[in-house]
């Protein structure tokens, strides 16, 4: 009789815990597409147009360029909120480790793309000290909106 009691507790604990991230994954979904398109079009896209003038193939906003977007936010979304929801069932949830949390991502992950970028002369330094704290906050807020929803869970 204990064992099915314990059972069912955690079969409703994993419920919840789906029921949780799945929600953070859904508002992460509209708010990273959000500042992800508003980065872009309105920082990323300028800046690579005055820096390569005479290219107008650079920073293009097309179907394919698009179709392209939806794979890397896709990606993004999934990998920024899971990781977010283990490190919080890891470490404590808290606004504290959001930040934490939301630098380690953005290192990890737009570090390594934009400092890989200037590395291979594709962009210059400038690139990286204005995207890499855009990204940081974006994934800030994506780290806090994990973190409300994991509390209530």
Do not use: H
């Amino acid at each position: 009789m204990n064992r099915a009691i314990d059972e069912t507790g955690s079969e409703r604990q994993a419920s919840t815990n789906r029921r949780g991230f799945a929600i953070a994954l859904a508002i992460n979904f509209v708010w990273i597409n959000l500042s992800e398109v508003w980065r872009y079009l309105m920082v990323i896209r300028p800046m690579l147009q005055e820096t390569f003038p005479n290219d107008a193939a650079i920073a293009p906003f097309d179907l394919t360029t698009l179709a392209i977007w939806a794979v890397w936010d896709g990606i993004l979304v999934f990998a920024a909120t899971g990781f977010f929801w283990v490190y919080f069932k890891s470490v404590g949830a808290s606004l504290r480790q959001a930040v934490f949390a939301a630098l380690f991502f953005t290192i990890a992950v737009f570090g390594l793309l934009w400092v890989g970028a200037f590395n291979m002369g594709l962009v210059p330094a400038r690139f990286i000290w204005v995207a890499l704290p855009l990204a940081w906050l974006e994934q800030f807020v994506a780290a806090v909106i994990v973190w409300r929803v994991f509390r209530r869970k």
